[in-house]
């Protein structure tokens, strides 16, 4: 599929029904905004937001575990079947400063059994007290561990994908980048679901979407300045990837954007130069969604758009593994 530039991912006239309802009860309903919140507040909205349910969409198994010498938790999620498994490790959203993996369970089980793969997930340290580049460390120790334990892990090295949504997207892109640049593992694919790739906020997207659909501009200001020590940092491509001067020999990528989202131009414009520099690109824009669509599936905000986006994806994986 032929990557879109920013011109070309416009937003719908309006939400999808079921997204401009579930918009409708939140205005309603009014939470704190996250930048009038403490990231401890913050982290303790996400969770009211996101609860876990109270019985899970089943896998074949999961295990917890911690790794790296600063005991970095990770969550296992193993499909039916036997091994060894094509494997996706998984990097959550939340913006660097929220999200864990009991948030994002819903989303790692349902790519577990669309895509019949084993789904890495992994508690990255979070901002503002672990600044870049710790999160992003984390994530690389996470990419070394699966192909170091690859074989008691039951872990299929010739089919391994790394992926993450929002500032999991990002730290996906970096890891990818890093990666590269260190000789270090060698992923068969990328999964950016409407990724953070830049630190700027003068598209179109963010005039457009500044406000009204869950994700905002002022939200997203406050994210990166938890997460990034000083406006430097936001130059770097490891921060920034759309600013890497070089994404040749990137591994192929899916990437998600969606029309009433703040991120939607710069995920566009990373697919763009990918695409450029002879990456195989599939993108998928929703014109008529939110930000947060992957989370979105768990009653009351089962959404179809989440589960459409879970299912393209896992589409383009299994391409891949196969």
């Not at 295990?63 to 998984?90: K, N, Q």
């Not at 994002?104 to 790519?111: E, G, K, L, P």
């Not at 084993?118 to 994530?139: I, N, Q, W």
Request: proline content about 8%.
């Amino acid at each position: 599929m032929s990557s879109k530039t920013p011109s070309e991912v416009k937003a719908a006239e309006e939400p999808h029904s079921e997204i401009a309802g579930l918009l409708q009860q939140m205005g309603a309903a009014p939470a704190p905004t996250f930048e009038s919140l403490s990231p401890e507040g913050a982290r303790k909205l996400i969770r009211q937001m996101f609860p876990v349910p109270e019985n899970p969409e089943p896998v074949g198994d999961t295990m917890d575990l911690s790794i790296g010498d600063e005991g970095i938790p990770i969550r296992v999620y193993i499909p039916e079947g036997e091994g060894p498994y094509p494997t996706l490790l998984y990097i959550h959203g939340g913006g660097w400063v929220v999200g864990d993996l009991d948030i994002y369970d819903a989303t790692c089980r349902a790519i577990t059994n669309e895509a019949d793969c084993m789904v890495v997930s992994v508690g990255y340290r979070l901002a503002p007290e672990h600044k870049f580049p710790t999160p992003l460390e984390d994530c690389y120790t996470a990419a070394e561990w699966i192909f170091e334990t690859a074989e008691p892990m039951q872990i299929d090295t010739e089919n391994i994908a790394i992926g993450g949504d929002s500032a999991g997207g990002n730290l996906a892109a970096a890891v990818t980048l890093l990666a590269h640049e260190r000789d270090g593992p060698s992923f068969d694919h990328q999964v950016l679901i409407y990724p953070v790739t830049d630190h700027s906020f003068d598209t179109t997207s963010y005039e457009e979407n500044a406000e009204g659909y869950l994700l905002t501009k002022p939200a997203m200001e406050w994210f990166w300045e938890h997460y990034l020590r000083d406006d430097l940092d936001g130059k770097s491509p490891y921060a920034s990837p759309l600013q890497a001067q070089t994404l040749q020999g990137l591994p192929s990528a899916t990437v998600v954007t969606c029309g009433f989202d703040p991120l939607c131009d710069e995920g566009a414009a990373y697919a763009a130069r990918l695409e450029e520099a002879d990456v195989d690109v599939s993108h998928h824009h929703y014109d008529d969604a939110i930000h947060g669509i992957a989370q979105m599936l768990v009653d009351p905000m089962d959404l179809t758009r989440g589960r459409e986006l879970i299912s393209d994806i896992a589409t383009d994986l299994q391409q891949t593994f196969n």
